[in-house]
Every structure is written in C-alpha cells, then in structure tokens.
C-alpha cells in the first residue's frame, strides 16, 4: 500500500523559511517522479514543485521559482521542500504526490502571517 506522510508545516512570518518533508513507503521510490503541491482555502490544488527520479530535473511552478527548493533523499524514501521568503499567498495545506500513483498524503498547514 503506498503511503505518503507530510510534516514540517507551521505558522511563520512572512519573509521566513519552513522545510516540508515527506515520508514515502509502498512503492520503489527512485523510480519514480515526485512533487509538492498545495491548496488554499476556496482554491484548487495546485503544481508547486516536481522532482525526476535520479533527483537532477526540477520544474517548479512560476510562483515559487527561486524562493523554494525540491530535494530528494532515494536511500531513505524522503522528499522535502525548502521553502524561503515566505509570503502570504504561500498559505496553504500542501501535500506530495508520486508520479503514477492517485494516492494523497494528509498533508501539512502551513501559514504565513502578514
């Protein structure tokens, strides 16, 4: 059974940083892609970040170009996401999701106070 377990979210300041991790299990890993998506309140979820499996491509969504970072862990199954510079607009419950697999996570809060 594949799982996906979230964690590290929280409330910051805007301008502050958090690290998203995600515990995976059930499937093989490094075969697959992986990424972070979020959704606020009244919104879609939407694309944040995608990581290959080898952990060498990296897409992320316009919003957050140059401000988070995606980053994979292959021998201890863990994805994470570095996020800096906060703001506002990046509250949101965010979650992963692999490649080729329909399961979600719980997810993680996270908020950014203004």
């Known amino acids: 059974e594949v799982q996906l377990v979230e964690s590290g979210g929280g409330l910051v300041q805007a301008g502050g940083s958090l690290r998203l991790s995600c515990a995976a299990s059930g499937f093989t890993f490094d075969d697959y892609a992986i990424g972070w998506f979020r959704q606020a309140p009244g919104k879609e979820r939407e694309f944040v970040a995608r990581i290959d499996p080898t952990g060498r491509r990296k897409d992320y969504a316009d919003s957050v170009k140059g401000r988070f970072s995606i980053v994979r862990d292959n021998i201890n199954k863990m994805l994470f996401l570095q996020m800096n510079s906060l703001k506002p607009e990046d509250t949101a419950v965010y979650y992963c999701?692999?490649?080729?697999?329909?399961?979600w996570g719980q997810g993680t809060q996270v908020t950014v106070d203004s």
């Open positions: 999701k692999a490649d080729g697999y329909a399961t």
